[in-house]
């Protein structure tokens, strides 16, 4: 038992919750408002105690929420399941697979080398996970977890949620920093938070890279994984172009609402007709 402590995925979830209540705490704590008039030039007021001292708690409250929400979000995509292709199909699944076998195949389904399960159109085995996963996207190493089916919508409203709290958290930084000489003392008294304005800028930068690219590969309905590796994937080499892309708003109403509902196999054999059926 205490070496399931010491787990990746329990030191990376334990890793990002104290990062993300450490910079909350020096936001909070450190002086990150304008100088009081009324006081000494070095004892200015945090511009979130100096909300706190004038009464306006929502925005405090606000943003404490956005972060626990952020936090929150973080933990149910990381532990949730992201889309296991089952070893052991459930009678809802067979039902599936008995109406897919009605649809002309346009590709056969192969079995993972690894766990010999049958795989869906768009699985993939993922080697850290040790399972296939539909609509495999990617395996998240700051999540310890793959990115798939069932949680890949809550994942790009994590990504957005995040990116609010970041972008906050960095106006709150830059605000603090009051530049004077000598750079000594101002590097004693500001250096802490100066750290946290340059880690707030990275995290960011990465949020909002990996937000604008998702946002895009739902918008064409693709994943990572068939975007990067289109010319290795066999129901991909087919075609010059996406099968699944459906316009961008069935994109979006399929990723985010699950509608229109359908297997990728039967949209895959759609598209076939759709392709095969000769010119008027």
């Known amino acids: 038992m205490p070496w399931a402590l010491l787990s990746p995925g329990v030191l990376v979830r334990t890793g990002h919750t104290v990062l993300t209540w ?7 704590l450190h002086d990150t408002g304008e100088p009081d008039p009324e006081r000494p030039r070095t ?29 929150l979000l973080y933990l149910a995509v990381s532990l949730m399941d992201p ?28 079995r993972c080398r690894y766990c010999l399960v049958l795989q869906p159109l768009r699985a993939r085995h993922c080697r850290e996970c040790r399972r296939c996963v539909r609509r495999y996207d990617h395996h998240c190493p700051w999540m310890e977890n793959c990115v798939g089916e069932r949680n ?21 930084a830059w605000s603090g920093l009051q530049f004077f000489q000598p750079w000594g003392l101002w590097l004693r008294y500001s250096g802490l938070l100066f ?17 604008a690219s998702h946002l895009y590969l739902v918008a064409s309905n693709t994943t990572t994984w068939e975007f990067i590796s289109s ?10 172009g996406n099968p699944f892309d459906r316009g961008l708003t069935r994109n979006l109403a399929h990723f985010f609402c699950g ?21 008027v």
């Open 231 to 240: 010319h290795r994937i066999a129901y991909l080499r087919q075609r010059p």
């Open 152 to 172: 890949h919508p809550l994942f790009v409203v994590y990504l957005a949620l995040q990116l609010v709290v970041l972008l906050w958290g960095l106006y709150l």
């Open 259 to 279: 509608w229109p509902s359908g297997s990728w196999e039967t949209l895959w054999a759609e598209e076939e007709e759709e392709g095969s059926s000769p010119a």
């Open 22 to 28: 450490g910079i909350t705490l020096v936001l909070f």
């Open 43 to 71: 004892h200015p007021i945090p511009q979130l105690r100096q909300w706190e001292e004038q009464g306006e708690l929502l925005l405090p409250l606000t943003f404490l929420l956005l972060v626990l929400g952020s936090l």
């Open 83 to 110: 889309g296991y292709v089952n070893a052991q199909p459930q009678p809802q699944e067979e039902l599936k697979e008995e109406q897919t076998a009605m649809v002309p195949p346009a590709i056969p389904l192969r």
């Open 195 to 211: 750290a946290t304005f340059l880690l707030l800028s990275l995290l960011s930068l990465v949020a909002s890279l990996l937000l």
